[in-house]
């Protein structure tokens, strides 16, 4: 391995995860919690460098709030003043949708960050030595800034109160299976009839194993635990609202990481489809959308996970006053809807996972839907898909960038396409 060397930088700009930049004549030089304009004294490795000082501040640097920051990976911004920070992210879709040849009007950046994140994966790791079961040798938290590390953490600020019990009982589940000696990660959201809790990484359990797991569950009254998506124990169904609908959510299913970037994104997505009375809901989830939407036009909603579709059925029975909803489990990645099944929408609505949705925007730019409304979580596959659909005879006529990953490098987006 290279020998690490000290050095005196000059940062010239952020990168797109979050990195100061130097650029240097061998190359650029990324330098985590750096900020522009600042003279940094780092340890650098070839192209990665770690902090060691700041020897010229930034005028837009404050005090971080968490005592983590620099060694969690959690966070990259809580020392950048808002504002700049705000541009800079705006920017990241400004800058995506150039480089495929877009101009459009790009919104000011939405803040969606609410009472904060209602939903978190924590991992339990190992960390050596010889104590007994290995229960003073494990860390419970978030991996570390660029590393597989995991970083034990009591308390994190970002969370929404909601989740004040989460981590608790993340270290007492882990602790209760410290004695498998495997990595865990243990997702855990905020519902509304408390927190739902599924462990990952295990392996088969005793019985004994499982009971204790369950006495755990009690203990810490979470409204569900399951393993690996199996039933370990539930008190009350994990239920959120959307809309008028109340959706009993799938073990770890996935959900918008705030409650307010949820209804943020759903009221532009509304907005946005305007009196359309047919709409397609692909990538659906369990109805984050589609259940809003079916408050007044019909929706066909399509998702590769079947327990989602399932869920969604689930709230559409129990809800009064919707129009007709379909749901069908399949792959859109393999199985996109083709032109011909498109011709019953007159409104798309796509929401992707962080790959994007380029088989299905091919499909769509062949197709005569007058209306798709595109919603991302990555402005650089968003607009690889933006662009198939421009293509196609759609245009982009407005993004609005939405920040629910507060402090973070990660945007959300939605975009309006019309024929």
Not at 277 to 296: M, P, Q, Y
Request: aromatic letters at 6%; a positive charge.
């Amino acid at each position: 391995m290279p020998k690490l060397n000290w050095t005196e930088l000059r940062i010239d700009r952020i990168g797109h995860r979050g990195d100061g930049i130097a650029d240097t004549p061998d190359g650029p030089v990324f330098v985590p919690l750096a900020l522009p304009g600042e003279r940094v004294e780092v340890e650098r490795q070839g192209e990665r460098a770690r902090l060691v000082s700041v020897l010229e501040a930034s005028p837009e640097r404050i005090d971080p709030f968490c005592r983590h920051v620099g060694v969690c990976g959690g966070c990259a911004f809580q020392h950048w003043q808002a504002e700049p920070y705000r541009a800079w992210k705006r920017g990241l879709v400004v800058e995506a949708l150039a480089r495929v040849g877009i101009e459009t009007e790009v919104a000011a950046l939405v803040d969606a960050h609410g009472e904060g994140r209602r939903r978190a994966t924590f991992h339990a790791r190992g960390t050596g030595g010889s104590a007994p079961k290995g229960l003073d040798t494990l860390a419970v938290g978030f991996a570390g800034w660029r590393s597989h590390a995991v970083v034990a953490i009591d308390a994190c600020p970002i969370l929404a109160p909601a989740l004040a019990g989460a981590l608790p009982a993340a270290w007492a589940l882990a602790q209760a299976l410290a004695p498998v000696a495997k990595p865990l990660d243990i997702q855990v959201t905020a519902t509304e009839t408390g927190l739902d809790v599924d462990v990952r990484g295990s392996g088969p359990l005793k019985p004994r194993s499982v009971a204790a797991l369950a006495e755990l569950a009690g203990a810490h009254k979470l409204a569900r635990l399951t393993r690996h998506g199996e039933l370990v124990l539930q008190r009350e169904p994990p239920l959120l609202t959307m809309g008028r609908a109340r959706v009993p959510l799938p073990p770890g299913s996935f959900l918008q990481a705030t409650a307010a970037g949820e209804a943020t994104l759903a009221a532009l997505v509304g907005e946005a489809v305007g009196r359309a009375k047919s709409i397609a809901d692909l990538f659906s989830g369990v109805g984050t959308f589609g259940l809003r939407l079916a408050e007044r036009a019909r929706v066909a909603a399509y998702e590769s996970s079947a327990p989602a579709i399932e869920a969604l059925g689930k709230a559409v029975r129990g809800t009064s006053g919707l129009k007709p909803v379909t749901g069908e489990a399949r792959d859109l990645f393999r199985r996109p809807l083709l032109p011909l099944e498109l011709k019953a929408f007159d409104a798309v609505v796509f929401d992707p996972p962080r790959q994007g949705a380029e088989a299905q925007s091919a499909q769509l730019a062949a197709s005569k839907v007058p209306l798709v409304v595109g919603v991302s979580c990555d402005p650089v596959t968003f607009a690889r898909d933006a662009a198939l659909l421009v293509k196609g005879g759609y245009r982009l006529e407005h993004v609005t960038p939405v920040d629910q990953f507060r402090y973070s490098a990660h945007v959300e987006l939605v975009g309006v396409f019309r024929r």
